[in-house]
C-alpha cells in the first residue's frame, strides 16, 4: 500500500495518557478519577493579531490548557515555538498536574504555547505579542487561579511584561498585590534566586540521589547533553562543577564532542554572544547523527520532544538518561531501553525543580519575603530528594520503572484529594 500523502504525526497527548494509564492500572485508580484526569478542566485558544515594526498585521494562534486543579491553582509554563499546536500544550499541561502532585507542591496543571518562532521577532514585535496575548488570556489566568511561567522560547523578561499586562487591566487598589500571577520573574520585579537555574539544580539534585543509591560518584561520570537552551546549560554547569565531565553537547546547529571534557563556562560565554554552541573552538565537530551513540555515562536530553526514538534508543551506551526535556522519550524507545537495562529518571521528576521554585517565589510574593540563594537551594533539596525517594519506593513495591512509579505516587495523592473532597455537587 502506499504511503499516505501526510503523515499523521503521533499524538503527545495520547502518549501522555498511556503512561499515567499504565500506573492507573497497577493501583487500580478510582475510575472517576481516571476519567476525571483523561481531558483538560479547560481548552483555551486564541487567534490574535500583532502589528509588525514594518505595519504589517499577522494572525497568531495561543493556547492555555487547563488539566487539572484538584490540588491547587493551575500552573506551568508559556512555550514560543514554531511546533506549538493543541495537542503538545495539552500533553505538557497533563504532565504538569503529575510533575506538580509528585513534588508536594499545591498546584494544579496548566501550560500555554504560542505558535512562534520567538528568534524571528525583533524585542518589540515580541513584547506585543506577549501583552496581546496576556490581554487575550483576560481572567483565565490570576494568581490564585492560574500562574503562568517560562519554558521553551520565553524567559524572565516575557513573564514581566505578562505580569505588568495583567496587572494594568486590574483596578488601582488591587494592582500591587496581582505580582504572583506569573512566576520565573527577574528580580527586580518579584522573582526569586535561584529560580533561572532552578531546573537544573534539581536535576543534579536528583541526579545525586541516583548516584548515592548506586554507588557512582558523579565526579566520574562522563555526560552527553542535547540543547543549551537554560535548563541544558544550568545542568552543565552545575554538573561541571561537581566535577563530571561534560564530553557531548548538541543544539540545532551543531554537535560538539571532547573526550577530554568541554568547557561549559567558557561554552556559556560563547553562546551568550553566538546564540549558538556552533563555531566553539574547545571542542570537536561531529556528525549529528553521532550524538546518542557517543561513549558516555550519562545522556541528558533538555531539548524538544521525541528526540530518543526508536532509532536514536537503539544507538545509546550510556548507563542512565535524566530527561530534563518533557516527553523526550517515545514509547517504543522507552521499551528498547528497558530491554538494554538503561535507567531512565522521567521528565516528571528530573525537572520538577523549575515548577518547585515557581512555587517558592508565589510563596515569597505572597508573604512580600525575599529568600536568600541559600534557603531556597535548600528547600529545593529536600523536595527534589523527597520526591526521588518516594518515586524509588513505589518502583520497588510494584517492581516497576521509575517513570510509571513516579506516575503512581502522583496518582495516589491525586486520588486522595478527589476521595477527600468528594466530587461536586
Ligand atoms: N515550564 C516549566 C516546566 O515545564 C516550569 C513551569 C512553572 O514553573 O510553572 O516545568
Given at each position: ?88 500544550v ?16 499545591p ?10 518562532n ?38 524572565a ?44 539544580q ?17 565526579s ?89 526514538n ?62 536568600s ?29 521509575l ?23
Open positions: 500500500m502506499a504511503e499516505p500523502l501526510i503523515k499523521k504525526k503521533e499524538s503527545l497527548y495520547l502518549r501522555a495518557l498511556k503512561q499515567w494509564q499504565k500506573a492507573a492500572d497497577i493501583i487500580d485508580l478510582d475510575y472517576s478519577v481516571r476519567t476525571i484526569l483523561s481531558q483538560p478542566k479547560n481548552e483555551i485558544v486564541i487567534h490574535f493579531p500583532v502589528k509588525m515594526d514594518s505595519g504589517e498585521m499577522r494572525l497568531y494562534s495561543g493556547y492555555r490548557i487547563q488539566h487539572n486543579n484538584i490540588l491547587g491553582p493551575y500552573k506551568g509554563g508559556i512555550r514560543y515555538h514554531p511546533q506549538v499546536d493543541r495537542d503538545e495539552k500533553a505538557l499541561a497533563a504532565w504538569m498536574t503529575f510533575k506538580c502532585a509528585l513534588v508536594d507542591i498546584f494544579g496543571g496548566a501550560k500555554g504555547g504560542v505558535t512562534v520567538p528568534a524571528e521577532l525583533t524585542e518589540n514585535e515580541l513584547m506585543r505579542l506577549t501583552r496581546r496575548f496576556t490581554h487575550a488570556l483576560g481572567s483565565n489566568i490570576g494568581p490564585d487561579y492560574d500562574i503562568p511561567a517560562p519554558d521553551v522560547g520565553t524567559n523578561r516575557t513573564m514581566v511584561w505578562m505580569m505588568d499586562t495583567f496587572m494594568n487591566a486590574q483596578t488601582a487598589i488591587q494592582r500591587n498585590s496581582q505580582r504572583h500571577v506569573v512566576t520565573g520573574k527577574t528580580l527586580t520585579c518579584g522573582g526569586s534566586l535561584g529560580r533561572e537555574k532552578a531546573t537544573g534539581g536535576l543534579v539534585f536528583v541526579l545525586r540521589s541516583w548516584a548515592d543509591e548506586n554507588n557512582v560518584s558523579l566520574d561520570m562522563k555526560f552527553a547533553i542535547q540543547g543549551f537552551g537554560n535548563v541544558g546549560s544550568n545542568s552543565a554547569l552545575l554538573l561541571e562543577k561537581r566535577g563530571a565531565k561534560i564530553v557531548a553537547l548538541q543544539d540545532e546547529n551543531a554537535t560538539l564532542y571532547n573526550e577530554q571534557g568541554i568547557d561549559c563556562q567558557a561554552l556559556s560565554k560563547y553562546v551568550d554572544e553566538h546564540r549558538t554552541i556552533a563555531g566553539f573552538p574547545g571542542a570537536e565537530v561531529v556528525n549529528k547523527s553521532e550524538f546518542f551513540a557517543l561513549p558516555v555515562d550519562a545522556i541528558i536530553p533538555a531539548a524538544l520532544e521525541n528526540q530518543i526508536k532509532d536514536t534508543a537503539k544507538q545509546i551506551k550510556a548507563r542512565v538518561i535524566i530527561e530534563a526535556a518533557n516527553g523526550p522519550t517515545t514509547e517504543d524507545a522507552d521499551i528498547i531501553l528497558k530491554d538494554k537495562g538503561i535507567v531512565v529518571i522521567p521528565d516528571i521528576l528530573a525537572n520538577v525543580g523549575g515548577v518547585s521554585v515557581s512555587f517558592f517565589e508565589w510563596v515569597q510574593n505572597k508573604t512580600s519575603a525575599q529568600w540563594l541559600q534557603e531556597v537551594d535548600h528547600k529545593l533539596g529536600n523536595k527534589m530528594r523527597q520526591a526521588f525517594h518516594r518515586t524509588l519506593e513505589e518502583a520497588k513495591a510494584h517492581n516497576v520503572d517513570r510509571t512509579a513516579a506516575y503512581i505516587v502522583a496518582l495516589k495523592k491525586i486520588q486522595t484529594a478527589y476521595q477527600e473532597r468528594g466530587i461536586f455537587p
